[in-house]
């Protein structure tokens, strides 16, 4: 069953832009993770913050975690063309085991 | 170099016949999972493994199935393809201790059922 949704569903920008994509789920998570998708391939996983973390960056990316409500954002700073594609948030819900739930995704279009 | 690898990349294929997806790691992971996913959608697990001899349906439910005999295989099997099974099926793992790992993910295969 679907997790979350995020949004926006889709987002056009320039190169050199940042870029912010939501993500709000339903249950009590363990951690949630950010992962890319290049046009029908297979994903790639991004980021990991753990359900007591409130931020965490990595390179150019910066994920903050709001559990209070339910909601976790990604930021690309200094967005590039090869940046293009969808990402998706995941949760790893508590007594959950280790699957991961998948939010509906975002399309991220970045324009030269 | 450690990774997924599933095969075939795209297959068209008519109702009726019996397929197996590939998917194979080179990580000794023992977690393993199916996704299917649906142009533009979201991914849905329809099966997983914790380890060797251990499979279990996933939150959609799917008229395929699996085995998982050697840890670092996990194939899917559909004894009669239909068109309604069309989609992006996708292969992932991840490691055994704990839940604070990534899943690593295949290339995917793209069936179509004509």
């Known amino acids: 069953s679907q997790q979350g949704e995020e949004d926006p569903q889709a987002l056009s920008i320039q190169e050199g832009e940042n870029a912010t994509m939501n993500c709000s789920y339903k249950?009590?998570?363990?951690?949630l993770q950010w992962y890319r998708q290049n046009s029908g391939r297979g994903l790639v996983h991004l980021i990991l913050?753990?359900?007591?973390?409130r931020e965490k960056h990595s390179g150019r990316l910066r994920v903050t975690l709001d559990t209070s409500k339910k909601s976790s954002s990604l930021l690309i700073t200094a967005s590039r063309a090869a940046d293009t594609a969808s990402y998706f948030c995941?949760?790893?819900?508590?007594?959950?085991?280790?699957?991961?739930?998948f939010g509906t995704g975002t399309q991220l279009k970045v324009e030269l | 170099e450690a990774d997924i690898y599933q095969t075939p990349r795209y297959l068209v294929i008519g109702t009726g016949k019996k397929i197996t997806l590939e998917c194979s790691q080179t990580?000794?992971?023992?977690?393993m999972y199916w996704y299917q996913q649906d142009p533009g959608m979201e991914l849905h697990l329809i099966h997983y493994?914790?380890?060797?001899?251990?499979?279990e349906k996933g939150d959609l439910s799917s008229e395929s199935t699996v085995s998982r005999i050697r840890t670092e295989h996990f194939p899917l099997t559909l004894e009669s393809a239909r068109p309604s099974h069309t989609s992006q099926y996708l292969c992932?793992?991840?490691?055994?201790?704990?839940?604070?790992?990534?899943?690593?993910f295949g290339s995917g295969t793209r069936l179509t059922v004509v």
């Open positions: 995941a949760t790893v819900d508590t007594g959950g085991g280790n699957k991961l739930t």
């Open positions: 493994s914790y380890g060797v001899n251990s499979t």
């Open positions: 992932a793992s991840s490691p055994g201790q704990g839940s604070f790992y990534g899943y690593t």
């Open positions: 990580m000794g992971h023992d977690k």
């Open positions: 913050i753990r359900s007591n973390e």
């Open positions: 249950t009590s998570i363990n951690n």
